[in-house]
C-alpha cells in the first residue's frame, strides 16, 4: 500500500453528518428592515484576495449583516468589490474545516479522523524535532499564500528554516518582478505603483484588468478612462478592458515579445523616445538600438497579425503621452518561458519612454516605518531554499514552487517535511497532482493550514482548520503605495466550530519546540499594540478607525534634473543587462516564435473572473450563487465544426491525454479561431466543498507543456493545447 493516499475528503471518519445552516444575512432576509436594530462595526482587512482593501465588519443584533469599505482607506477608495461583499459566505460556510484532522488507517484504507488540537500539535511538534535532529531544520518546507504567511514563516525561522515558496511567484508574478528588478533594480511591488490615475496612455498586454477585480487598480483604470486616457489593449481575446480602448491589438497568441520589440524600433527609429531621460538614466542604449533595428514593423506584422501602421501609431500615442504613459507589468506573468525577457521588454519600453518614477507613469512606493517587536535573532541556517535545486534559476530572488516539489520526490530528497498554509497546489502549480502524490510518498510530515476542504488537504497527515480573517487579529497591512497606511485586522467574532487563528497555532507549536522566547506575547493584539504604540498610535485607536493614514516623507515622483542612484549593479537603468550575460543569457530580449498549434487542437487560454478568486472563493455560498460555473468560450467558426452551440456542454481532453470535466460552451466571437478561453479556479474534486466540487473544467490539470523560464523558474503555461469531447447535449 502507498504511503500516503489521495483523500477525498468526502470521507471522514467520525464526522457526523453536517448540515447545511441557512446563510441568514441580516442584509438580505431580515424583516424588519435591516440596520433597524443595534448595529456594531469592527474593522477588518479583507481577505477575499490578496489586494487587503479595508473594511467594516458589521453585526445587527449580535449576526453578521455586512462588510463595506471603510472610507479612509485611500487604497481601495473606501470601496470593496464583489468579492469582497461576499466575505460573509467565508464566514458561514458550512462546507469550512471544522476540527483538526489526522490520517488513519482503518480496515486497510486511509482517511481523516477527527483528533483534538492538543494531539495535532504534539504529532507535528514531534516530527518536526526529528527532521531538525536528524538532517536538519532547513529541510522543513513552507508552501503558502495569503495573509498568515507570516505567522508560519516566523516560527519556521524561529525553528531554524528560512525554506519556503509561493506559487505567486513561479506560478504568477516572478518573471515580472525579475525583469523590472534586472532592468531599474527594483521590482512594481504589490499593489503595482503604476500611476494610472494620473496617466495619459494605458498600454495592456494581456492583463485582464476589470476581469481580475484589483480594486484600487480597476479604480484607477476607470479614472483614467473617464479622463479620456487613450487606451491600448493587446490581447487575443475581446476582453473587458479591450472593449473599452481605443486601440485593440488582437494579436497572435505568443508574440508579444515581437510587438514590444517593434514599438522600440518605432520609437528609436522615429526619434520619439525622451532622449534626456535615457541619457541621464540608461546604459546599453547604443546596443539597444542596434538590437532592436531588424524588428520592423513589417517584419513584426508576418508575427503578430497586428498592421505596421497600427504599431506605429500606438507607438506615437504613447510617446506623445509619455512620460504620463503606463506600459502595464501585468500580473500573471507566466505565459511561455521566455517571460523574464517579455518583462525586460515591457521594462525598457518604459525607459525609453522616461515613465519610471515620473508622474503619469510609475511611482515612488512608500510604506510606514514600522518598528519590529523586539525578539532574538533566529538562529543561523546552514542552507537556503535554492540549495535544493542548486545552480538552478539563478535570478529567481525568491522560492521556486516547482523546484521545491521536485526537491521533496524520493528517498534521499532534499525536504523532509512541509507545512503548506493557504494554497490549493493542486490547482495551482500546473499538471502537478502526480508529483505530489510523490512527494507526500516521500516526506516525513505532511501539514496542511486552512479554512476550507481543498484538494490539498487529500494529501496531508495532519489538517488544521484555520479560522476566517473575520475572526482573528494578522499583522498590519503596511504596503508601500502611494500614500503610507497602517489598517488592522481584528477578530468580529469568535472563532465558529474548533478553528483556530495562525498566530494561536504557530505559538503553540513553538512553545512545544522549546521556542517560547520568540511568542512572549499571550495574545496576538498584544504585539500588535506595542508595535502601534510606535508609530504614535495604539490597539484601542485602531480598533476605533481601522485606518491610519500617514504623511510621505519622500517624493512621489523624481525630482526633475537631480541625480539618480537605481538599485542596479551599474547604478543606471540597465537596457543592456551584464548580470544576464555573465551568466549565460541574452542581454537584451530575443524573440523566438511560439510552438504551432498541433492539427485539430487550440490553444488553452485562461484568465479571471470578476466574481471569484482563482479556486479559493468558488465554493463561497454567496460568489456561488453570483457566478456558479466557468464557461468555455469558443469562436463561431470553431462552433460551427463540431457542431457546438452556446450552452451546450463539452469535455476537454489535453495533449496529456487528461480528460476535463465538463464545462458550458459560450460561442462568442470574443476570441480567435485557434484558441478557447476559460475562468481559472473550477472543477474541484474535493467532494466536501459540496457547491463546487465537479462544477466546470480546471484548466491547470490540462497543461503537459510546461515552459519553465531558464532565468528565474516560472512556469509558462499558456503553450497547452486542447481539443473538444463532445458530451450529450
Ligand atoms: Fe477584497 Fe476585492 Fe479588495 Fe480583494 S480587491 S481585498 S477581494 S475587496
Redesign the pocket.
Known amino acids: 500500500m502507498r504511503r500516503r493516499e489521495f483523500i477525498k475528503t468526502s470521507a471522514l471518519l467520525g464526522a457526523g453528518a453536517t448540515v447545511t445552516p441557512t446563510l441568514m444575512l441580516g442584509g438580505c432576509a431580515a424583516e424588519p428592515l435591516p440596520g433597524a436594530g443595534s448595529v456594531t462595526s469592527t474593522p477588518t482587512?479583507?481577505?477575499?484576495?490578496?489586494?487587503?482593501?479595508a473594511?467594516h465588519v458589521y453585526q445587527e443584533d449580535g449576526e453578521l449583516w455586512k462588510i463595506t469599505?471603510n472610507d479612509d482607506d485611500l487604497h481601495?477608495g473606501g470601496?470593496?468589490?464583489?468579492?469582497?461583499?461576499g466575505?460573509p459566505g467565508a464566514y458561514l460556510d458550512p462546507d469550512r474545516l471544522q476540527n483538526p484532522l489526522m490520517r488513519v488507517t482503518v480496515d486497510g484504507r486511509q482517511t481523516f479522523e477527527e483528533v483534538s488540537w492538543e494531539e495535532a500539535l504534539d504529532f507535528i511538534a514531534e516530527k518536526m524535532r526529528g527532521i531538525a535532529e536528524t538532517v536538519g531544520p532547513e529541510r522543513m518546507l513552507m508552501l503558502h499564500h495569503g495573509a498568515g504567511t507570516n505567522h508560519f514563516l516566523h516560527l519556521l525561522r524561529a525553528y531554524g528554516s528560512d525554506s519556503h515558496a509561493a506559487p505567486s511567484f513561479a506560478q504568477c508574478r516572478g518573471p515580472r518582478d525579475v525583469g523590472f528588478r534586472l532592468t531599474f533594480g527594483e521590482g512594481v511591488g504589490s499593489p503595482e505603483r503604476t500611476d494610472m490615475a494620473n496617466s495619459r496612455c494605458i498600454v495592456l498586454l494581456g492583463s485582464h484588468i476589470g476581469e481580475n477585480?484589483?480594486?484600487?487598480q480597476v479604480q484607477a483604470l476607470a479614472e483614467a478612462i473617464n479622463r479620456n486616457a487613450t487606451l491600448i489593449t493587446v490581447d487575443p481575446r475581446f476582453s473587458v478592458p479591450a472593449g473599452k480602448s481605443q486601440y485593440w491589438l488582437p494579436i497572435k497568441p505568443g508574440t508579444d515579445l515581437a510587438l514590444l520589440l517593434a514599438w522600440m524600433n518605432v520609437l528609436i527609429e522615429e526619434d520619439l523616445y525622451d532622449k534626456d531621460y535615457v541619457e541621464r538614466h540608461t546604459i546599453g542604449f547604443e546596443q539597444l538600438a542596434a538590437h532592436v533595428r531588424p524588428y520592423t514593423p513589417e517584419w513584426v506584422y508576418l508575427e503578430t497579425g497586428i498592421r505596421p501602421d497600427v504599431i506605429r501609431e500606438t507607438a506615437r500615442e504613447m510617446a506623445s503621452a509619455a512620460p504620463a504613459t503606463v506600459v502595464h507589468p501585468g500580473r500573471h506573468a507566466t505565459w511561455y518561458g521566455d517571460d523574464t525577457q517579455r518583462s525586460r521588454a515591457i521594462a525598457i519600453l518604459n525607459a525609453l519612454l522616461g515613465t519610471w518614477c515620473r508622474e503619469g507613469g510609475f511611482y515612488i512606493p512608500e510604506s510606514v516605518s514600522l518598528p519590529e517587536y523586539p525578539l532574538p535573532d533566529y538562529p543561523e541556517r546552514q542552507y537556503s531554499t535554492s540549495d535544493a535545486y542548486p545552480g538552478q534559476w539563478p535570478f529567481a530572488n525568491q522560492g521556486v514552487t516547482n523546484g521545491v516539489i521536485d526537491a521533496s520526490i524520493g528517498d534521499d530528497a532534499f525536504f523532509k517535511g512541509w507545512i503548506v498554509y493557504g494554497t490549493n497546489l493542486p490547482q495551482t502549480v500546473p499538471a502537478v497532482e502526480k508529483k505530489l502524490e510523490a512527494a507526500a510518498n516521500s516526506l516525513d510530515l505532511l501539514v496542511v493550514v486552512e479554512t476550507m476542504p481543498s484538494e490539498m488537504t487529500g494529501y496531508a497527515d495532519v489538517i488544521l482548520p484555520e479560522c476566517t480573517y473575520l475572526e482573528r487579529y494578522d499583522d498590519l497591512r503596511n504596503s508601500g503605495e502611494r500614500h503610507p497606511s497602517l489598517a488592522l485586522r481584528m477578530p468580529a467574532f469568535e472563532p465558529r466550530y474548533n478553528s483556530k487563528p495562525g498566530w494561536w497555532i504557530v505559538r503553540e507549536l513553538g512553545l512545544r519546540l522549546g521556542l517560547d522566547e520568540y511568542f512572549p506575547w499571550a495574545d496576538y493584539s498584544e504585539k500588535l499594540d506595542w508595535q502601534l504604540r510606535q508609530v504614535g498610535s495604539s490597539l484601542e485607536e485602531m480598533q476605533r478607525i481601522g485606518v491610519k493614514n500617514f504623511e510621505r516623507t519622500r517624493p512621489l515622483y523624481f525630482r526633475e534634473g537631480q541625480g539618480v542612484a537605481f538599485r542596479t549593479p551599474s547604478r543606471k537603468i540597465e537596457l543592456y543587462s551584464q548580470q544576464l550575460a555573465e551568466q549565460g543569457f541574452d542581454p537584451m530580449p530575443v524573440y523566438t516564435p511560439p510552438d504551432p498549434v498541433p492539427q485539430g487542437y487550440y490553444r488553452l487560454n485562461y484568465g479571471r473572473m470578476p466574481a471569484h478568486?482563482f479556486g479559493k472563493t468558488t465554493n463561497n455560498p454567496l460568489l456561488f450563487e453570483l457566478s456558479p460555473e466557468n464557461q468555455l468560450w469558443v469562436n463561431p467558426l470553431v462552433a460551427g465544426e463540431h457542431k457546438l452551440e452556446s450552452g451546450d456542454y463539452v469535455r476537454l481532453a489535453g495533449t496529456n491525454g487528461v480528460i476535463s470535466n465538463r464545462i458550458r460552451v459560450r460561442v462568442t466571437q470574443r476570441i480567435g479561431p485557434d484558441s478557447v478561453f476559460m475562468a481559472h479556479g473550477f472543477g474541484h474534486k474535493s467532494k466536501r466543498l459540496r457547491l463546487t466540487a465537479g462544477v466546470g473544467a480546471d484548466d491547470s490539470e490540462l497543461m503537459d507543456n510546461v515552459k519553465v523560464d531558464p532565468i528565474m523558474g516560472g512556469t509558462g503555461m499558456r503553450a497547452n493545447f486542447v481539443t473538444f469531447v463532445r458530451e450529450q447535449r
Open positions: 482587512i479583507c481577505d477575499m484576495c490578496f489586494w487587503k482593501c473594511g469599505g481601495s470601496r470593496l468589490c464583489t468579492r469582497g461583499t466575505g477585480l484589483h480594486n484600487g478568486t
